[in-house]
């Protein structure tokens, strides 16, 4: 399927292998055979996930720190070059509502940012919570309370705990405990972890991977904050211009760069996606194309891949004109066709990632026809 609708490279990861443990050869090289037997390539790894003890700077980094080497030497070892991974403690990326209906009948991710401040005061119960969010906000939330049913309180916590954290820590849903629970006790550890704390530490990564990325020429390349934005207390390093300026001055090997995410660099108001990529596309090693729309409130929507904040058209342009192998994936389309009933991960539909995919290449091709008439 993905052959026929025009894919060349595949992004993907060992995603049953636990964080932390080494990936071996063997089974990189197995799952790299398979995509080539297909008449395809693994392009890219997203992600080989970094241990939350390494963010935190926890007793095992060292440990954990020689198995990301090793991971990484397996994957040279094995011709694979581009490696994109996070940086954001304990959640990955936050949506109030996975399957929100929109007027054209697909259904979209979306964020509520004031049922997201309930569900971090009243729910989480988190010390300090009030603090973090505007009064308009507190205000909204604040209304909820009496007003939100058991079964929306049950949605917030599958949307913002059980999904997300299927995708980084592993099933919260099941076992001994609340999910909730589980959840508090994951952001434990970063109770007094500054923002400054965790660029140190971030740079103690880097410089620890850095010669094995010399040695097999392999780009790391660090994904945005999901959305740039603090969320639950916890300190957030790439939500703007000026951490991600930080983070390649830190380590200035070219092998140190960026995943140039528009979607979730879109979802904050603060960021200018287009002079974003105009000042990092030589450091950007890879690419993700999507759009958010802002609402009124804080509120923001995944655009269709022809609309929102992001201007995908000229970014195409920019990041063509500086790399035209550069590798790059749609992502995040809408649910469509029948798409929801088939299990498939939040914001990863089949249809809805079809259209978005022919909607990137006409992009590519009347651009490359623009250059080419130049």
Same mark, same amino acid.
């Given at each position: 399927m993905l052959r026929q609708i025009g894919v060349e490279g595949i992004v993907t990861a060992l995603h049953d292998i636990p964080s932390g443990e080494v990936w071996p050869v063997e089974r990189i090289d197995s799952l790299k055979r398979l995509i080539e037997s297909h008449g395809m390539y693994w392009a890219v790894v997203e992600s080989l996930p970094?241990?939350?003890?390494?963010?935190?700077?926890?007793?095992?980094?060292?440990?954990?720190?020689?198995?990301?080497?090793?991971?990484?030497?397996?994957?040279?070892?094995?011709?694979?070059?581009?490696?994109?991974?996070?940086?954001?403690?304990? !959640?990955?990326?936050?949506?109030?509502?996975? #399957?929100?209906? @929109? $007027?054209?009948?697909?259904?979209?991710?979306?964020?509520?940012? =004031?049922?997201?401040?309930?569900?971090?005061?009243?729910?989480?119960?988190?010390?300090?919570?009030?603090?973090?969010?505007?009064?308009?906000?507190?205000?909204?939330?604040?209304?909820?309370?009496?007003?939100?049913?058991?079964?929306?309180?049950?949605?917030?916590?599958?949307?913002?705990?059980?999904?997300?954290?299927?995708?980084?820590?592993?099933?919260?849903?099941?076992?001994?405990g609340s999910p909730v629970q589980k959840f508090k006790a994951l952001m434990e550890p970063y109770k007094d972890v500054s923002k400054d704390q965790l660029r140190q530490n971030l740079?103690?990564?880097?410089?620890?991977?850095?010669?094995?990325?010399?040695?097999?020429? !392999?780009?790391?390349?660090?994904?945005?904050? #999901?959305?740039? @934005? $603090?969320?639950?207390?916890?300190?957030?390093?790439?939500?703007? =211009?000026?951490?991600?300026?930080?983070?390649?001055?830190?380590?200035?090997?070219?092998?140190?760069?960026?995943?140039?995410?528009?979607?979730?660099?879109?979802?904050?108001?603060?960021?200018?996606?287009?002079?974003?990529?105009?000042?990092?596309?030589?450091?950007?090693?890879?690419?993700h194309m999507r759009s958010c729309a802002l609402l009124p409130g804080g509120n923001f929507v995944e655009a269709p891949h022809t609309g929102g904040r992001a201007d995908l058209v000229e970014l195409t342009r920019i990041f063509e004109d500086c790399r035209e192998d550069l590798p790059a994936r749609v992502d995040h389309g809408r649910e469509m066709l029948g798409d929801g009933d088939k299990g498939y991960n939040p914001g990863y539909s089949f249809h809805g990632r079809m259209l978005a995919l022919g909607q990137l290449d006409g992009m590519i091709a009347a651009i490359r026809a623009e250059k080419n008439r130049k």
């Open positions: 970094v241990s939350e003890q390494i963010k935190y700077a926890g007793p095992d980094t060292e440990s954990l720190l020689a198995n990301y080497r090793q991971s990484l030497e397996n994957l040279g070892k094995c011709g694979i070059k581009t490696v994109c991974y996070n940086f954001m403690p304990v !959640i990955d990326w936050a949506r109030t509502d996975l #399957d929100h209906l @929109m $007027p054209d009948g697909t259904r979209a991710l979306y964020f509520d940012y =004031a049922r997201f401040a309930y569900f971090d005061i009243y729910i989480l119960e988190r010390e300090g919570a009030r603090d973090d969010y505007p009064q308009d906000v507190l205000a909204r939330a604040d209304a909820l309370k009496g007003n939100i049913s058991p079964e929306e309180e049950a949605g917030l916590i599958d949307s913002i705990i059980i999904k997300t954290q299927g995708f980084v820590n592993g099933p919260m849903g099941s076992g001994d740079k103690r990564f880097l410089e620890a991977v850095m010669p094995v990325c010399r040695e097999w020429d !392999i780009n790391m390349c660090i994904h945005p904050d #999901d959305p740039p @934005m $603090p969320v639950f207390g916890m300190p957030r390093i790439a939500c703007n =211009a000026e951490d991600i300026r930080w983070m390649l001055d830190a380590v200035p090997d070219p092998h140190n760069g960026l995943t140039f995410c528009a979607g979730s660099l879109s979802a904050g108001a603060h960021n200018d996606v287009t002079a974003m990529a105009k000042e990092f596309a030589s450091r950007t090693h890879f690419v």
